[in-house]
């Protein structure tokens, strides 16, 4: 550049050519991801020591599900969804030590074949009071046809429930 042009006048011309750079590939346009639910009814897992009373001197742990957050990548054939999954858990009054908390990520349109649903597990962590805990990197994979919109697809995340589970959500439903 010329050392006479005033510095204002070599600074606006760098930023013009910034922008125009970013603007290259700016017509490509990204398809939606397959939108992620999560279903009140299967969003708390209650759990009490097995045959007792549903009261809360019976509850072993309360655990709900209360975020994700996720992205995703799109191959040739395929979308690649990666999720971080957000619970709250809080160890009850019959807590019996280190617990396993089932949940699962589902896609309707599989059922009833294995892909259709997944069941995981998280560790509780051990101590008293409300705690979080992040599970990372849950990875979902949707091969897809040709055209085919992965946003056509849907998933949901949730806490596995036994069908006593579900009921007892369904009569205390979380406000």
Known sequence: MNASMPRPFVRA?????LLAL?????????????????????AVLSKFKDGAAEDMAN????????????????K?????????????FEAGPAAAG?????????????????EGKRVLTFSAPSGKGAQRVRETNITTVIPLKKDEPAASYD???????????LEYNRLHPVR
């Open 13 to 17: 011309s760098a930023l013009l050519i």
């Open 22 to 42: 970013s603007a290259c590939g700016a017509d490509k346009i990204v398809p939606p991801c397959p939108p992620v639910r999560i279903d009140n009814a299967t």
């Open 59 to 74: 509850l072993e742990y309360r655990a709900e599900l209360v975020g994700y957050k996720g992205q995703c990548v799109f």
């Open 76 to 88: 040739d054939d395929r979308v690649e969804l990666s999720m971080d999954v957000d619970f709250a």
């Open 98 to 114: 280190a617990a396993k908390v089932p949940y699962f990520v589902a896609i309707p349109q599989y059922f009833p074949r294995p």
């Open 155 to 165: 998933i949901y995340i949730g806490m596995q429930l036994t069908p006593a589970q």
